[in-house]
Structure formats: C-alpha cells, structure tokens
C-alpha cells in the first residue's frame, strides 16, 4: 500500500523554524522526484520546493527561496523541508508528492498543517 505520511507541523512564532517530513512506504522512494507543496486556507495549493531522484537538484518557490531547504534520505525514505525564518504567511497546510522517474505515478500525503502566529 502506497502511503506518504507527513509530520513535524504545529504553531510557530515568527521567525521561527520546523522541519517536516514525509516518510514514504509502499513504492521505491529513490526512483521518484519529491516536492513539497502548501495550501493557505482560502487559496489554491502552491508548489513550495522539488527534489530531484538523486538529490542533484533543488529548485524553491520565489516566495520561500532562502528560507527552506529539502533533503531526502532515499535509505530512511524519508524526505525532509527544513524551514527558517517562518512568516505569518507561511502558514498552510504542507503536502508532500512523489512524481514517478519513470512512469505516471503520482502520490500524494494527507498534509501536516504550519501556523505562524504570536
């Protein structure tokens, strides 16, 4: 059974930081490019950051670049958002989505939720 889990939101204050992660099971983590994406309540799902199968590559939204990192322990099949320096508007609900390498796949988490706030 494929499953994407992730983990690691709360309530933060501003200029805080947390680490998500999404721990995946079911498939082979290490054929699958890995993103995370974030849903403000009211607004539509926003691509936050990518990762590449080989962790090679990393590409970040405008709006958070600077402030997150992701990481992936293909051996842990865990992928990881490292975020820094969180803004009221940073606060969302944060998805992680596994894209097949190789064919159509496309999985994706229950979402782990961020607030910001004082």
């Known amino acids: 059974q494929v499953q994407l889990v992730e983990s690691g939101g709360g309530l933060v204050q501003p200029g805080g930081s947390l680490r998500l992660s999404c721990a995946a099971s079911g498939f082979t983590l290490s054929l699958f490019i890995m993103r995370w994406y974030r849903q403000a309540p009211g607004k539509e799902r926003e691509f936050v950051a990518s990762i590449t199968t080989a962790a090679g590559s990393t590409h970040y939204a405008d709006s958070m670049k600077g402030r997150v990192t992701i990481s992936r322990d293909n051996a842990k099949k865990t992928v990881y958002l490292q975020m820094n320096n969180l803004k009221p508007e940073d606060t969302a609900v944060y998805y992680c989505?596994?894209?097949?390498?190789?064919?159509?796949?496309?999985?994706w988490g229950q979402g782990t939720q961020v607030t910001v706030s004082s």
């Open positions: 989505r596994a894209l097949s390498s190789t064919t159509t796949e496309d999985y």
